[in-house]
C-alpha cells in the first residue's frame, strides 16, 4: 500500500518527503518529518499506534488506514479527539467500498422487519495480509449490529452462539480484497458483493483523505469525507 500511496500522491503533484520503517528511523530523522505537512500511516498493528501517537507529539496531522490495531485505535481515537490532534482514520478508503458500508447498514434495516433471515460476512484477502478477519469486515459486522437487532456480537467461525454474528476469512495469493455479506433464508439468500481490482482506489481514497484533512482538527473517518462539500 506504501508503493500505491506514493505513487498516486505524486501524480496529484505532492511531494513525498521520507518513508519511515521503524522506530529508529523516526528518531533519525526527527526534523525531517516536523518539516512534513501530514503522514499518511499503512504499516502493521505492531507499529501504528506508535507512528499515530509520534505525529500527535509532534503536532503533525495523520491519516492512518492499518488495521488489527483495535485496543491502541481507541486510545488514539479518544486521544485525537481530547488534545485536539487532526486525526483521520478509515479500515478502507476505497470510495466504492464505503458506499458498500452504507449499502450494508440499509440492508441490515430492512432485515429487522424479516425474522426468517440470519446473516453472515466473508472476506478474501491476500496471503500477505496480517490480521484476520480484515478491518473490512469487522466494520460491516458492526454496521449489521448497529441497525439490527438480531445481532449484538460478531464471532469468527460458521457456527456461532445465536445472537453473534458470523464472519469468516480467507487467505489466498495476491487477492486485493472481497468481502461478500450474505442474509439466507430457507426460500433464498440475498448477497452484497464488493471485489477490489486493485489497491490504487485505496491508496487514492487516502490521498483524498490528507488532502481533505488540511486545516482541521479532531477525528474524522471516510463518512466526513464523503458527505463534506469541500
Not at 43 to 69: E, Y
Not at 124 to 142: E, Q, R, V
Not at 166 to 188: A, Q, Y
Request: charged share 25%; proline share 3%; aromatic share 8%.
Amino acid at each position: 500500500m506504501g508503493h500505491e500511496v506514493e505513487k498516486v500522491a505524486v501524480a496529484r503533484g505532492h511531494e513525498v518527503v521520507i518513508t519511515l520503517d521503524s522506530p529508529e528511523e523516526w528518531e533519525k530523522n526527527d526534523e525531517l518529518i516536523r518539516s512534513c505537512d501530514i503522514l499518511i500511516d499503512f504499516s502493521t498493528p505492531q507499529s501504528a499506534a506508535f507512528a499515530v501517537n509520534r505525529c500527535f507529539d509532534l503536532g503533525l496531522p495523520v491519516v492512518s488506514g492499518t488495521t488489527g490495531w483495535s485496543d491502541g485505535l481507541s486510545k488514539a481515537i479518544e486521544r485525537s479527539r481530547t488534545g485536539n490532534y487532526a486525526f483521520f482514520y478509515a479500515p478502507n478508503f476505497s470510495i466504492g467500498v464505503n458506499i458498500f458500508f452504507q449499502i450494508n447498514r440499509q440492508l441490515a434495516r430492512l432485515m429487522n422487519r424479516q425474522t426468517g433471515y440470519s446473516a453472515d460476512i466473508h472476506e478474501i484477502h491476500h496471503i500477505h495480509k496480517l490480521d484476520a478477519p480484515s478491518g473490512t469486515a469487522i466494520a460491516l459486522a458492526t454496521g449489521i449490529m448497529e441497525e439490527n437487532e438480531a445481532y449484538s456480537e460478531w464471532s469468527t467461525g460458521n457456527n456461532p452462539e445465536k445472537g453473534k454474528l458470523p464472519v469468516t476469512s480467507e487467505r489466498i495469493g495476491e487477492v486485493n480484497g472481497t468481502h461478500i455479506v450474505r442474509w439466507s433464508s430457507d426460500t433464498d439468500d440475498i448477497e452484497i458483493k464488493h471485489t477490489a481490482h486493485s489497491r490504487r482506489g485505496f491508496a487514492l481514497g487516502a490521498i483524498l483523505a490528507a488532502e481533505w484533512l488540511k486545516g482541521r482538527k479532531g477525528f474524522f473517518g471516510m463518512a466526513d469525507l464523503l458527505n463534506s462539500n469541500h
